[in-house]
């Protein structure tokens, strides 16, 4: 049986005493990941703590971190190992990304409840190229002057070669049935009336096989993840080690909560998506704009590069003046920059001055994109502009409005307004620079919350 967990584990934070000296910049990772609360626990602790630093001072690692496609896009969750990987590249190891094409087929019951719902090949396929490019743009938007190099591989190309009874037979002996019913992911299983599938409870050994693979291929020695992701970095340690005698190492990151205190990701529903087409550049700063004062510093150490003094200095700053949320508008800038580039925060930051300080010069600068992206909801139309088109034919055209009488009362009383600017007279001619904005749009709005988008062609 594998030692219990608690024996098993050393905390990092308190290897690294706040003034104790890193090793070497190929070290230093660890050291300041664990100062920031990135790093929590290293598996194995006997000897992991002590050697781990200075497996990293030797020489350039491979470390990698894997993400199952059980969706279309990577989330904030996911983000933070992203990060975890980022700052070992930053200081010249190597790191994989491993996208779970196979896994994410079978998936994990690791902080699970209940089995996950199957998921097509194809749709799985889909996923897959989705998270690939996304992975892709998080690390190419880095800075790439110094540093590792980055792979992104899918574990499906290792498995695509094998059979089921030539795996079992070469990969299934070196696995101890009492270690694998032993790990929490299975036990807590085995206790819920569903029980667990003999998928879900092969998955550690998959996982830990693709441990043992880049390993073998990559000279990979750690593996990142998830506290959830324990029983599995364990899994890859022991069969390792028990195979090739080599020291490998897993390193767990905290899981961020949602403010109710459950895990930040699919299954809880709760996710804040990276993907422009499920989360805006807008929304997702705002998400960060909003965290309450109890968050903001642990995340501006977890999800930003900014160095800790500075982060120190600007919660300074916050204790002197709470009401600017300079933490909190630092956070959100740091992080959408991260992930949608600048071009990503230029948006968002547009889309703010537009809806929360009704900034025209915001709204004429936005693309049809981002007016759609802000107004979600928003019908949006491509209509003609003919010459001598009224305030009211607009709103006609545009479904705005009712027909006959009462949309003509609507809007003489005051109720709709074109660009942030209230219109009156159902009779004024439309007027660019006024009505249309500079880039061709109308913005709509009838009463406090309905929106209405049109894309004016010219004739
Ligand atoms: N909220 C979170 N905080 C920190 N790490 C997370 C969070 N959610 C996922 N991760 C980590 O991201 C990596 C990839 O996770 P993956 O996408 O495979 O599953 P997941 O997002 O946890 O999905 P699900 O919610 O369906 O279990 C794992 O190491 C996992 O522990
Ligand atoms: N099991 C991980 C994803 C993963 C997949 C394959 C791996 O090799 C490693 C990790 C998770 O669900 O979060």
């Given at each position: 049986?594998?030692?219990?967990?608690?024996?098993?584990?050393?905390?990092?934070?308190?290897?690294?005493?706040?003034?104790?000296?890193?090793?070497?910049?190929?070290?230093?990772?660890?050291?300041?990941?664990?100062?920031?609360?990135?790093?929590?626990?290293?598996?194995?602790?006997?000897?992991?703590?002590?050697?781990?630093?200075?497996?990293?001072?030797?020489?350039?690692?491979?470390?990698?971190?894997?993400?199952?496609?059980?969706?279309?896009?990577?989330?904030?969750?996911?983000?933070?190992?992203?990060?975890?990987?980022?700052?070992?590249?930053?200081?010249?190891?190597?790191?994989?990304?491993?996208?779970?094409?196979?896994?994410?087929?079978?998936?994990?019951?690791?902080?699970?409840?209940?089995?996950?719902?199957?998921?097509?090949?194809?749709?799985?396929?889909?996923?897959?190229?989705?998270?690939?490019?996304?992975?892709?743009?998080?690390?190419?938007?880095?800075?790439?002057?110094?540093?590792?190099?980055?792979?992104?591989?899918?574990?499906?190309?290792?498995?695509?070669?094998?059979?089921?009874?030539?795996?079992?037979?070469?990969?299934?002996?070196?696995?101890?049935?009492?270690?694998?019913?032993?790990?929490?992911?299975?036990?807590?299983?085995?206790?819920?009336?569903?029980?667990?599938?003999?998928?879900?409870?092969?998955?550690?050994?998959?996982?830990?096989?693709?441990?043992?693979?880049?390993?073998?291929?990559?000279?990979?020695?750690?593996?990142?993840?998830?506290?959830?992701?324990?029983?599995?970095?364990?899994?890859?340690?022991?069969?390792?080690?028990?195979?090739?005698?080599?020291?490998?190492?897993?390193?767990?990151?905290?899981?961020?909560?949602?403010?109710?205190?459950?895990?930040?990701?699919?299954?809880?529903?709760?996710?804040?998506?990276?993907?422009?087409?499920?989360?805006?550049?807008?929304?997702?700063?705002?998400?960060?704009?909003?965290?309450?004062?109890?968050n903001v510093e642990r995340f501006l150490k977890l999800l930003t590069f900014l160095?800790?003094?500075?982060?120190?200095?600007?919660?300074?700053?916050?204790?002197?003046?709470?009401?600017?949320?300079?933490?909190?508008?630092?956070?959100?800038?740091?992080?959408?920059?991260?992930?949608?580039?600048?071009?990503?925060?230029?948006?968002?930051?547009?889309?703010?001055?537009?809806?929360?300080?009704?900034?025209?010069?915001?709204?004429?600068?936005?693309?049809?994109?981002?007016?759609?992206?802000?107004?979600?909801?928003?019908?949006?139309?491509?209509?003609?502009?003919?010459?001598?088109?009224?305030?009211?034919?607009?709103c006609l055209r545009a479904s705005a409005i009712p027909e006959g009488p009462r949309g003509f009362d609507i809007?003489?009383?005051?109720?709709?307004?074109?660009?942030?600017?209230?219109?009156?007279?159902?009779?004024?001619?439309?007027?660019?620079?006024?009505?249309?904005?500079?880039?061709?749009?109308?913005?709509?709005?009838?009463?406090?919350?309905?929106?209405?988008?049109?894309?004016?062609?010219?004739?």
């Open positions: 049986m594998a030692a219990p967990i608690v024996h098993a584990l050393r905390s990092l934070s308190r290897l690294y005493r706040p003034h104790s000296r890193g090793l070497s910049r190929l070290s230093e990772p660890l050291e300041s990941g664990s100062r920031r609360g990135l790093f929590k626990d290293v598996f194995p602790a006997e000897s992991g703590p002590l050697q781990l630093p200075e497996l990293l001072s030797s020489g350039p690692q491979t470390v990698y971190c894997g993400f199952d496609p059980t969706a279309d896009s990577l989330h904030v969750g996911n983000l933070l190992a992203v990060i975890g990987l980022l700052h070992f590249q930053r200081a010249g190891h190597d790191v994989i990304a491993v996208v779970g094409g196979a896994t994410a087929q079978i998936g994990d019951p690791s902080g699970r409840s209940r089995e996950r719902e199957p998921l097509s090949p194809e749709r799985v396929e889909e996923n897959v190229r989705s998270i690939r490019d996304s992975l892709q743009r998080l690390f190419s938007q880095q800075e790439a002057s110094a540093g590792g190099r980055v792979t992104v591989l899918d574990n499906a190309a290792w498995y695509r070669r094998r059979s089921v009874v030539e795996f079992l037979a070469s990969v299934g002996r070196h696995f101890r049935m009492g270690t694998l019913l032993g790990r929490h992911s299975v036990q807590s299983r085995l206790s819920a009336p569903e029980g667990m599938s003999l998928a879900e409870f092969t998955y550690q050994v998959f996982q830990a096989y693709d441990f043992y693979y880049l390993h073998q291929k990559h000279g990979c020695k750690i593996q990142l993840g998830g506290t959830d992701q324990l029983g599995n970095l364990m899994s890859g340690h022991d069969f390792i080690q028990r195979t090739t005698g080599e020291a490998v190492f897993g390193i767990t990151i905290p899981l961020i909560t949602s403010t109710s205190g459950d895990k930040l990701g699919k299954t809880a529903g709760n996710a804040v998506w990276l993907n422009r087409d499920r989360t805006s550049p807008f929304e997702f700063y705002q998400y960060f704009v909003r965290q309450p004062d109890g160095p800790l003094p500075e982060i120190a200095h600007i919660m300074d700053q916050h204790a002197k003046e709470p009401e600017k949320r300079i933490p909190h508008k630092r956070l959100a800038a740091e992080v959408t920059k991260l992930v949608h580039g600048k071009e990503g925060l230029e948006s968002a930051k547009r889309c703010t001055r537009a809806l929360y300080h009704s900034s025209i010069d915001a709204l004429a600068a936005m693309s049809d994109q981002e007016l759609q992206e802000l107004f979600q909801e928003a019908p949006f139309f491509e209509l003609v502009l003919e010459p001598g088109t009224r305030v009211l034919d607009a809007l003489s009383s005051g109720g709709v307004s074109f660009n942030l600017m209230r219109v009156t007279n159902p009779d004024e001619i439309l007027v660019v620079g006024q009505h249309i904005l500079t880039n061709g749009l109308s913005l709509i709005k009838v009463g406090k919350r309905n929106f209405y988008i049109v894309k004016w062609l010219q004739l």
